[in-house]
């Protein structure tokens, strides 16, 4: 169960980033973010009014709000490091976030196995590999490497973050609500922030309508994203969390795969190298 679940998630998440990617070329990032995430706030809102979360309220609670406030912080500098490129070197580096549940699983006396250990290192590897990575070329800026680090560990401590926000489905749901409500605050106050420093929030030359005609895009990638930290909730307390995080930790696997089949973009030889790497991983892994 853990192993399913947690593919789950990579696939949502995959789905999320690659929608996201596409949405970010014509609307501002930080208007993506604040329009999905809002969306998502809505349809959780009413699951938890029908499913009677608000009795599961405590102090697990904090855990969903910290992932909502680092969630926000780690997308921002994650999209302001592929700015400054390249994204070769981006990508693969924004996956090393899967360092700190796996770390987090060790810590609390878990133990994989010989198999599962060898699956870690084989599909971290493949993860690495299916971004790209530009071995050779013009120089990358510290502040990138920074940033896509900064980045990396916010993205992993979401995962540790919301793994320990609930108990129970229904408290799941309350925590999944509680995050993305931190979530929107957050983007709308850093949203806020930049269109008082001249930073736009509507779509250049599309407006307003643009925004309306790409809510049923938006309204995916918020709820993709919401249901990814759902499935590796439930992931991480079915088995191991580093188990749970590194078959999770494949979604930048389906996030190439969805542009290949799409955009018809062609997979380097390193990241199909990697997309095999990362299959042999999780064989290992399911099996270990």
């Known amino acids: 169960m853990t192993a399913l679940f947690a593919l789950a998630t990579s696939l949502l998440w995959g789905l999320a980033d690659f929608g996201g990617g596409l949405l970010t ?114 120089p990358v800026q510290r502040q990138a490497i920074w940033l896509t680090l900064l980045a990396a560990f916010g993205f992993g401590s979401v995962m540790a973050l919301i793994a320990e926000a ?31 420093r001249g930073g736009r929030a509507l779509p250049e030359g599309g407006g307003p309508g643009l925004v309306v005609r790409s809510l049923p895009a938006l309204a995916f990638v918020g709820l993709a994203d919401v249901a990814a930290n759902g499935t590796y909730s439930i992931a991480a307390q079915q088995g191991p969390v580093a188990v749970a995080a590194v078959l999770a930790s494949l979604y ?10 799409v955009l018809k973009e062609r997979l380097r030889a390193v990241q199909a190298a990697g997309a095999g790497l990362a299959l042999v991983g999780t064989v290992l892994l399911a099996t270990g």
Request: aromatic share 6%.
């Open 25 to 138: 070329r014509r609307t501002p990032a930080l208007t993506v973010v604040v329009v999905s995430q809002t969306i998502a706030v809505a349809v959780l809102g009413t699951v938890v009014a029908f499913t009677g979360g608000w009795s599961e309220a405590g102090p697990l609670l904090w855990y969903a709000v910290a992932a909502g406030v680092v969630g926000p912080v780690a997308m921002l500098s994650f999209y302001k490091a592929l700015a400054l490129g390249p994204m070769g070197v981006v990508s693969p580096l924004g996956s090393l976030g899967v360092v700190v549940p796996v770390s987090v699983g060790l810590l609390l006396g878990e133990r994989p196995g010989v198999l599962q250990f060898a699956g870690i290192g084989v599909a971290v590897a493949g993860v690495l590999l299916a971004g790209g990575p530009e071995l050779r070329g013009a």
């Open 166 to 196: 609930s108990t129970t489905i229904t408290g799941l749901f309350l925590a999944l609500f509680v995050q993305r409500v931190t979530n929107v605050l957050v983007g709308g106050a850093a949203l806020y922030v930049s269109v008082k």
């Open 252 to 261: 930048p696997v389906v996030t190439a795969l969805a542009a290949r089949g």
